[in-house]
């Protein structure tokens, strides 16, 4: 039987649950894309989803932001929902503002009320002084950060990341981590992370999901302590078996062998994306 996401009784994250995915399955062409998906985030979760391209990551994800409705099996997703994006998809011909709060209705509180909520947002990604500029005139790193101001002032029960950081260079995406990590300690969602990057993975999330061939192939937690540190011999530990698990050989990135945190992670990401070509 077909379930449509968007379709379904919504689930009330506050009472545990965020996502209860059950048997989803996905083709493409006559390609099975997905296949037979059972996923559960709870309400204040964050979940990292890992896979090589083409296993299936942004197209579950698409699912459960009800993006995609032509798949197979049960889905229950909480009705308010955002999606971030790689790309910022800011409107430039929209000021910042008028991006952070596109879609929204004004209610009983008008659109003063509806440009306080929008300024708000911008204050916690720090972006509130630059409301009324336009899109092409902010950085890469800036312009993700309106794109999670436009999340956040929806207040998602389930925030749909989709490799939001991937175009971003080494010290803005740092940035980008820190700042997600205090955004959703203090609004609480559930997350789900698309993401290639397993140190990414691992520095952010409470559990790691691998697919392989659209089938979960791994689904663990991720316990190492914070503040976590990429040294770390669980860190390390935790990388090679999702490495592993990847299909990618396994990486000695001890600091002890190079000069610097950053010569470890350029490293690693030479090697993690080689194994991809």
């Known amino acids: 039987m077909m379930t449509r996401a968007n379709e379904v009784t919504p689930i009330n994250s506050t009472l545990g649950t965020a996502v209860a995915a059950s048997n989803v399955q996905r083709s493409f062409n006559g390609r099975?894309?997905?296949?037979?998906?059972?996923?559960?985030?709870?309400?204040?979760?964050?979940?990292?989803?890992l896979g090589r391209s083409g296993t299936g990551k942004s197209t579950l994800l698409r699912i459960l932001g009800g993006l995609d409705a032509d798949y197979e099996g049960d889905v229950l997703v909480p009705q308010r929902r955002a999606v971030v994006f790689q790309e910022s998809r800011l409107i430039?011909?929209?000021?910042?503002?008028?991006?952070?709060?596109?879609?929204?209705?004004?209610?009983?509180?008008?659109?003063?009320?509806?440009k306080?909520?929008?300024?708000?947002?911008?204050g916690e990604v720090g972006l509130?002084?630059?409301?009324?500029?336009?899109?092409?005139?902010l950085s890469g790193g800036e312009s993700q950060r309106v794109a999670l101001a436009r999340a956040l002032v929806r207040e998602p029960q389930l925030m749909l990341l989709d490799e939001p950081f991937g175009a971003l260079d080494a010290l803005t995406r740092i940035k980008m981590h820190a700042l997600l990590q205090r955004l959703c300690a203090r609004h609480r969602p559930a997350v789900l992370l698309v993401t290639h990057d397993v140190?990414?993975?691992?520095?952010?999330?409470?559990?790691?999901?691998?697919?392989?061939?659209?089938?979960?192939?791994?689904?663990?937690?991720?316990?190492?302590?914070?503040?976590?540190?990429?040294?770390?011999?669980?860190f390390v530990e935790l990388r090679n078996r999702l490495?592993?698990?990847?299909?990618?050989?396994?990486?000695?990135?001890?600091?002890?062998?190079?000069?610097?945190a950053s010569d470890v992670e350029t490293e690693f990401n030479n090697r993690y994306k080689q194994s991809f070509r």
Do not use: C, Y
């Open 243 to 260: 490495l592993k698990e990847l299909g990618v050989q396994e990486v000695d990135a001890r600091p002890s062998l190079l000069h610097t």
């Open 116 to 122: 306080a909520r929008g300024l708000e947002a911008l």
């Open 199 to 234: 140190d990414e993975a691992i520095l952010l999330a409470d559990r790691a999901v691998v697919l392989v061939e659209g089938e979960i192939a791994l689904d663990t937690r991720i316990d190492v302590e914070h503040p976590r540190d990429r040294s770390d011999p669980a």
């Open 128 to 137: 509130a002084e630059h409301a009324h500029d336009w899109p092409l005139t």
């Open 32 to 49: 099975d894309v997905l296949k037979g998906v059972n996923l559960t985030i709870k309400g204040d979760e964050f979940v990292a989803l």
């Open 92 to 114: 430039p011909w929209q000021r910042v503002l008028a991006n952070v709060v596109l879609g929204l209705g004004t209610g009983n509180g008008g659109r003063a009320a509806l």
